[in-house]
């Protein structure tokens, strides 16, 4: 077997960001703002070592694809001859992943290795790892210029990144969990980032601590996979393969289920909470609180999707302990499905861009977890990969709106709208990630979550299928409220929000005659340059907003790209299956072995319709909405095809009138304030309770019990001595007399008891 | 039998040396109360020794009034000593362990 360089050593790959954060933290005084060239510069050389793993890797399955005796599937008929040799089960190519491995510590024979192990989800993981980090660091040197604690930030960022590529390679359960309460760490280090701010440090905190509770599982589930492996080998191990072929061999033999079934639900709990599920999803919109590059970073390929990538990582164990294979409702496919529609209701209500995009990720998040339920292994990770790319894209094109266009707010209502005519780059790409996410045909969003609803139906999961269809339903139409407030309409940022700023030039000419004015609105927003020290910064963006320069635009062109691009890695309907070819791990009993999805014709027509219902609803229910406000609409902003789509859908506010506002609104409030009402009062009255009974513990059987004991022994024990130390006068005499006398007692006592 | 009035003799010397041993303002009396109680100690082993015909008791006696008389030569230099230092002999003067 041939020996590929760059797959042995991509360990590499994590440390070089490593020691890029170090480097940073102890120079990064001395650097000033060239920090961000150590940052740019040891990601950049991540990802070209990840693209090089990407090559050696493909080379890697090629090979192996020649060793088993079949040529490498490509194209429509040496595909179907494929299909045809499935027959024969055993006929299965064998792609083993790369594993090296040092001895961490041992103990007592029990050996702990730490290592790295690639295979096609690694490789696939650090190339999206590494592109997402790059471009935001790329995108940062600009978002975040002048920013207080510029090297702070990309120290941070180093580490976020680092500690994720750790958590990728990981080839033990066990190094695994290190990478990964590292990126919790990091998503509080840059969440908080303006910590100034009671609500951003508030909302790092909370974060934290979400998060950390789902941690509990983890760690539980962690320790078991060691047990697994000692039930079914006899030689316990956290070796990830070592877990996953145990899982197996142990969920075949259909013996320890209850260990399996526990370890599934302790991890699935981590998932909950890393990964933003119901219902420990409440900390995920919180941290738009963080600088928005970060929030692109921690949404599209780290802290969120950390959860996702452990879910495939063990799957055997998942597999196994829910019994997927049987169809029907599993944990977690439920987790995920509830997921879905939760976020999706959510996304409705919300005024702030970047949390309309929060709860955006929510939801697919849990068309993932979903898909990892229902057994679309390939397809919940190739979702993974397509939603990394048009999530940063619309998280940074967010960002880019904010930047230059609203004065540094995310409030659609108040400061965006007919950004179009302003920033028509930005707009471009926001559309490109928009289509992507809401799944319009071709787009790479379209591919992967036409995937996961396909395969959910062929096993046997209809239910979660037409979850996930509502589910594409409502992304569509919180998607176009998105933009359209964001981009169509007035421009209702500097004054335009007064009312009687009636048309868009008086309002960009009032805010540009007025720049202190339109600045000191800006820094009412929240997420300015540093707000404590910001009023002094010269900005530059007090005026018109205009469009964002090459550096904040190059990204957004880049994931523009790859949001169309990355759908063609696995498209059943054009023959295509690289990705199941290179990332589905091909290891024969040591992992689910899944079927190669087929194509239904009906499935993505159904997911368009879907989408396009989505569509119509929310134009014909924002149509109806901007009626009330005639003069705007009438305004020359609006394009006349823009006109043409409101007039297709008129007919649509029958709909929106009586289906729509009577189903959609109500059933948005009703989760918002499920949300905030019963869920945040559960856990505030949760908080509160383990608070109170904290107090109570504390006051009484701490401070008086515990407390009480060990001081009532002190007291005593002075007592005692104060009072025993008058005996000993010192007088010999009196000593002899005690002495004496006691002998006496002694003798008497002998004298009537013998 | 002749034990009971030895055994009387001892006792009653016995407890008059302990009342001197606690009531006297003497260090050098106490010693001597002291002494008498050893005296008394010793008759007992004398007297059961014989009572017994066995040897060991006298031959105890003899060893307690060696070591006896070592211990007061012991105990009359440490008065010495201590009667130099303080200038008086009386025990309720020697309070320095007082708690």
Redesign the interface.
Same mark, same amino acid.
Request: glycine share 8%; charged share 25%; no cysteine.
């Given at each position: 077997m041939k020996t590929y360089w760059l797959l042995d050593h991509a360990w590499l790959v994590p440390l070089i960001p490593a020691l890029s954060f170090w480097v940073i933290l102890l120079v990064g005084k001395r650097l000033g703002a060239r920090a961000a060239w150590i940052g740019l510069g040891s990601v950049g050389a991540s990802w070209l070592l990840a693209v090089g793993n990407i090559v050696q890797w493909i080379q890697h399955v090629g090979d192996s694809d020649g060793s088993a005796g079949t040529k490498a599937a490509i194209g429509a008929t040496v595909r179907s001859m494929r299909l045809a040799a499935e027959g024969h089960a055993t006929n299965e190519k064998i792609v083993t992943p790369i594993v090296h491995a040092t001895t961490w510590f041992q103990n007592n024979g029990i050996k702990l290795d730490v290592g790295i192990q690639i295979d096609g989800l690694a490789v696939m993981m650090m190339f999206v790892v590494t592109t997402i980090s790059l471009l935001v660091h790329f995108y940062s040197t600009e978002y975040m210029r002048d920013d207080r604690r510029f090297n702070y930030y990309y120290a941070a960022l180093s580490l976020f990144t680092a500690s994720m590529l750790l958590l990728v390679v990981a080839s033990s359960t066990l190094e695994l969990l290190v990478g990964w309460e590292l990126v919790g760490l990091c998503s509080f280090m840059l969440i908080g980032h303006w910590w100034e701010e009671k609500p951003n440090s508030d909302a790092a905190l909370k974060a934290f601590l979400t998060t950390r509770t789902g941690d509990i599982g983890l760690l539980t589930g962690v320790i078991m996979t060691f047990f697994v492996v000692q039930r079914a080998t006899g030689q316990g191990s956290f070796n990830i393969l070592a877990v996953n072929s145990s899982a197996m061999k142990l969920g075949e033999a259909g013996s320890q289920h209850t260990l399996l079934l526990w370890c599934a639900a302790a991890l699935l709990l981590a998932i909950i909470g890393k990964s933003g599920q119901f219902p420990l999803h409440t900390w995920l919109p919180d941290a738009m609180a963080g600088p928005t590059p970060v929030s692109a970073l921690i949404h599209a390929a780290t802290m969120v999707v950390a959860g996702v990538y452990l879910g495939a990582r063990v799957y055997p164990i998942f597999y196994q302990g829910f019994h997927i294979a049987n169809g029907g409702v599993n944990p977690m496919a439920l987790v995920g499905g509830i997921t879905v529609i939760i976020g999706a209701a959510l996304a409705f209500v919300q005024n702030d861009i970047k949390k309309v995009l929060a709860y955006s990720t929510i939801s697919q998040l849990g068309y993932m977890v979903m898909g990892l339920g229902v057994g679309a292994w390939t397809a919940a990770i190739f979702h993974l990969f397509t939603h990394a790319f048009f999530k940063a894209n619309l998280f940074l094109g967010a960002g880019s709106v904010s930047h230059s266009g609203a004065h540094h707010s995310f409030d659609m209502k108040k400061d965006m709208g007919g950004l179009r005519k302003y920033m028509p780059r930005t707009f471009i790409t926001f559309l490109f990630g928009t289509a992507a996410l809401v799944g319009i045909p071709l787009t790479a969003g379209f591919f992967s979550k036409d995937e996961i609803l396909a395969v959910a139906g062929e096993n046997g999961f209809s239910f979660f299928k037409i979850v996930g269809l509502i589910g594409a339903v409502m992304t569509a139409a919180y998607m176009t409220r998105c933009v359209y407030l964001t981009f169509f309409g007035e421009y209702r940022g500097g004054h335009a929000s007064d009312a009687h700023a009636a048309d868009v030039a008086h309002a960009s000419d009032e805010a540009h005659l007025d720049p202190a004015h339109a600045a000191a609105a800006a820094h009412a927003g929240h997420d300015d340059h540093g707000a404590a020290g910001g009023v002094g910064v010269p900005t530059g963006h007090g005026g018109e907003p205009h469009e964002s320069n090459n550096i904040i635009l190059f990204p957004l062109y880049f994931l523009s790209f790859m949001s169309i691009a990355a759908g063609y890695l696995l498209a059943p309907m054009l023959h295509i299956d690289k990705f199941e070819q290179w990332v589905t791990p091909h290891i024969g009993t040591g992992f689910v072995t899944f079927e190669t999805s087929k194509f239904h014709a009906i499935d993505p027509t159904v997911a368009v319709l879907a989408g396009l219902i989505g569509i119509a609803i929310a134009y014909g229910f924002y149509w109806k909405h901007a009626f009330g406000q005639n003069a705007s609409e009438k305004n020359a902003l609006l394009g006349a095809g823009k006109k043409f789509l409101v007039n297709k859908f008129y007919l649509d506010v029958l709909y929106t009138d009586g289906v729509v506002n009577g189903i959609k609104g109500p059933i948005a409030r009703a989760a918002y304030w499920t949300n905030q009402k019963i869920i945040d009062n559960a856990l505030r009255y949760t908080g509160k309770g383990a608070v109170g009974t904290a107090g109570f513990v504390y006051r009484y059987i701490d401070q008086r019990g515990v407390d009480g004991v060990y001081n009532g022994t002190a007291v005593a024990t002075g007592a005692i001595g104060a009072e025993t130390r008058k005996l000993q006068t010192g007088r010999l005499q009196e000593y002899a007399w005690v002495m004496v006398a006691a002998v006496g007692i002694f003798v008497l006592a002998l004298a009537i008891f013998n | 039998m002749l034990l009971n009035q030895f055994l009387l003799l001892s006792a009653f010397l016995f407890c008059t040396g $302990?009342y001197g $041993?606690? $009531?006297r303002r003497h260090t050098v009396l106490?010693l001597a109360s002291i002494e008498l109680m050893l005296v008394a100690v010793n008759i007992n082993l004398v007297a059961f020794g014989a009572a017994l015909n066995n040897a060991v008791g006298q031959v105890f006696a003899l060893f307690v009034l060696t070591i006896a008389a070592a211990e007061v030569g012991v105990g009359l230099a440490i008065v010495l000593l201590i009667y130099r230092n303080i200038h008086s002999a009386n025990?309720?003067d020697? $309070?320095?362990?007082?708690?």
């Open positions: - | $302990a $041993a606690i $009531a106490v025990p309720d020697l $309070a320095e362990l007082k708690g």
